[in-house]
């Protein structure tokens, strides 16, 4: 089986990656979770201070923008982290690839290798 993987990569504004990654940890991945988005990884670059990643999983494409319609939309996200978060990205790129369930499940893993 595969899943449509999505692959955000973000240059933050100098010096607010500390308070991103606090504002991700324990705001936007609950709420992400909380609406059913399988977040499966996110960090900080280990090259850059100011570059993060944000790697999510879906069912298929259809999935990936029926669910991110609306998440997007919801007063969770627009009245929660949302303005906080923008405000911090200079800039960001997207990427959605095919991959197995396997390799997604080994990428979770170095998520959770990072929480211990």
Not at 29 to 38: C, Q, T, Y
Not at 99 to 106: N, S
């Amino acid at each position: 089986m595969t899943r449509a993987v999505e692959i955000l990569l973000y240059t933050l504004h100098p010096g607010t990656s500390d308070a991103f990654h606090t504002l991700m940890t324990n705001v936007s991945v609950p709420l992400h979770e909380s609406a059913g988005i399988d977040v499966v990884t996110y960090g900080k670059s280990e090259h850059d201070p100011d570059a993060y990643y944000l790697i999510r999983a879906y069912d298929n494409l259809h999935h990936l923008e029926a669910t991110q319609e609306a998440f997007y939309k919801s007063d969770a996200w627009r009245n929660g982290p949302r303005s906080e978060i923008i405000a911090r990205i200079a800039t960001s790129l997207k990427s959605v690839i095919d991959m197995r369930a396997e390799a997604v499940d080994a990428l979770r893993r170095n998520r959770d290798l990072k929480l211990i």
